[in-house]
């Protein structure tokens, strides 16, 4: 049986999921939690548009409980600097898509025309024409060029003009 690749992404988010349960779900772990689901997804080469399908999911699946996050609250309140309850869950909300969305755009990286671009607006074409007409000339080799310091000393009033 072989699956397509929505099946395929499916099948992946459906295991990495599971894989939580036995997971740190620290702030600590959160980037690499996210980076095991969508190495994955990129490595079975799942398209841009279907991986980004599981980026909320991915994002859902990893907050916190309401239990958890009141007992976390309770136990860090005097630590924290948040006013409520709410703002404490929104913060983690917060910390969670971020971890999520870094992770994900470093193995789906946005390519957009803009990124054809080289250095000074050059298009790629012109930056390679560039590159050519610059390596056309000699290299200056600059092994020969004396030392500054041994000029110097042989270096006289009389040479100077006035």
């Known amino acids: 049986m072989t699956f397509n690749k929505q099946q395929k992404a499916k099948h992946i988010f459906k295991m990495w999921e599971a894989s939580l349960a036995e997971r740190d779900r620290s702030v600590a772990s959160l980037k690499d939690n996210f980076c095991d689901l969508f190495y994955e997804l990129n490595r079975n080469e799942i398209d841009f548009e279907t991986a980004f399908s599981y980026l909320d999911p991915a994002i859902a699946a990893h907050l916190p409980s309401r239990a ?10 005097n630590k924290t600097a948040f006013d409520s309850e709410e703002d404490f ?74």
Request: aromatic letters at 14%; a negative charge.
């Open 68 to 77: 958890t996050v009141k007992i976390t609250f309770k136990k860090y309140v």
């Open 89 to 162: 869950l929104k913060s983690w909300k917060g910390i969670i898509r971020d971890a999520a969305t870094n992770s994900f755009y470093s193995f789906y990286p946005v390519v957009t025309e803009e990124s054809d671009q080289m250095p000074n607006g050059m298009s790629r074409d012109e930056y390679n024409k560039y590159l050519r007409y610059a390596k056309s000339f000699p290299i200056l080799d600059t092994s020969k060029i004396p030392d500054i310091d041994e000029q110097i000393d042989d270096l006289s009033i009389d040479d100077l003009e006035l």
